[in-house]
């Protein structure tokens, strides 16, 4: 997460920022980059698994039921790792 960061704010401070002189798109740059490594390690000190729960959670979106279990005969089973 945190090198997805820094492609982030390198690809808007590099080509839009000092290469073309706009100095409002390096301070969005530095901002981002500074707000963005705060709540990283927030993240991390919380849960140190915050970016695998995410993951899976995207991978196996299309396994989750989409209508409610309350009176529903058949509850699939879910799959194991």
Same mark, same amino acid.
């Given at each position: 997460m945190f090198l997805m960061l820094c492609m982030v704010v390198t690809l808007l401070a /590099?080509? /839009?920022g000092l290469m073309t002189g706009n +100095?409002?798109?390096m301070s969005i740059a530095l901002a981002l980059f500074f707000v963005g490594r705060a709540l990283l390690a927030h993240l991390a000190k919380s849960d140190a698994?915050?970016?695998d729960v995410f993951r899976r959670s995207v991978l196996y979106q299309?396994?989750?039921p989409a209508?409610?279990?309350v /009176? +529903?005969?058949s509850i699939p089973k879910a799959k194991r790792w």
């Open positions: /590099g080509p /839009g +100095f409002v798109n698994q915050m970016s299309s396994e989750y209508l409610s279990t /009176g +529903f005969k």
